[in-house]
């Protein structure tokens, strides 16, 4: 997985111009990308954003869904992706790639521009729903004690300083191969500790959010079903709803929703954050 050049640029969403209905008259959709499955991924961000500003929505949401289909996991990518699912209407689309870039951990400007981003789909949904705060269509974070010392500081930092000990560590050991000093021996066992504790709230962080998987609804006749089959006995699910996943495959997806009920899902309903 890889990330764009950092010469990227995010598409605004004005709140007052996506809550609305545009008016305006879109221009003309640029000539398509001719060999799209072979493009730059640089090429394709900047078609897709010409796309979006052209009123193009679908257009672009292919563009930045084939940079996703190449495992191109960027904050940009998945905030303009969004904005285009937002724009068609697609709220609850919009509300997983918001989340999927929230995870990637991106810099203060663009976490603020995708939680403002985030909380307008939630709203548009809610006022369908007639539900009230974010806990109406999020799942919650997990508050087990292990969870929480697991995710205490960023997964990027995390490794960053496990990389960091690891290193420091083997430089002190080859300096006292080659140069034996009290010093040396002093320096390697705390941080012999500190590699050790921080490998250990590595693995602690991988483990937990392996568990913990989290999908967002984005059908808007999604239903939690009793069983594997259409036919099974269910009940309507909210357009932007966040669940748990459990299980499942390509077809149905096992799903824990907040207040603990259980239940199997069509998987073309659900996107995995």
Request: glycine share 8%.
């Amino acid at each position: 997985m890889s990330r764009l050049a950092p010469r990227h640029w995010l598409l605004p969403l004005l709140l007052a111009a996506a809550l609305a209905p545009s008016t305006a008259a879109a221009a003309p959709a640029p000539t398509p990308t001719p060999t799209a499955a072979n493009a730059d991924p640089q090429a394709l961000f900047r078609d897709g954003n010409a796309r979006y500003f052209a009123g193009d929505w679908k257009g672009a949401i292919a563009a930045y869904g084939e940079l996703v289909t190449r495992q191109i996991e960027d904050p940009a990518v998945y905030h303009n992706l969004g904005n285009a699912y937002f724009r068609t209407g697609a709220y609850g689309s919009a509300i997983a790639y918001y989340l999927r870039a929230l995870r990637l951990e991106p810099g203060a400007d663009v976490r603020t521009a995708l939680e403002t981003n985030l909380d307008a789909a939630r709203r548009t949904l809610q006022a369908r729903y007639r539900t009230s705060g974010d806990a109406g269509l999020a799942y919650g974070d997990p508050s087990g004690f292990w969870h929480q010392v697991t995710h205490v500081i960023g997964g990027d930092a995390l490794a960053l300083l496990f990389g960091g000990f690891w290193f420091l560590l083997f430089a002190a050991l080859i300096t006292r191969r080659l140069r034996p000093a009290r010093w040396t021996s002093v320096t390697a066992v705390p941080l012999a500790i500190a590699l050790v504790l921080t490998g250990v709230v590595l693995w602690g962080r991988i483990t937990t959010d392996a568990a913990y998987r989290i999908a967002v609804v984005v059908k808007p006749d999604a239903a939690l079903r009793d069983g594997r089959h259409a036919s099974a006995q269910g009940k309507e699910l909210p357009e932007g709803l966040e669940v748990r996943i459990l299980d499942g495959d390509t077809e149905w997806t096992q799903v824990e929703l907040a207040n603990g009920r259980r239940g199997w899902v069509d998987a073309q309903d659900l996107k995995q954050i």
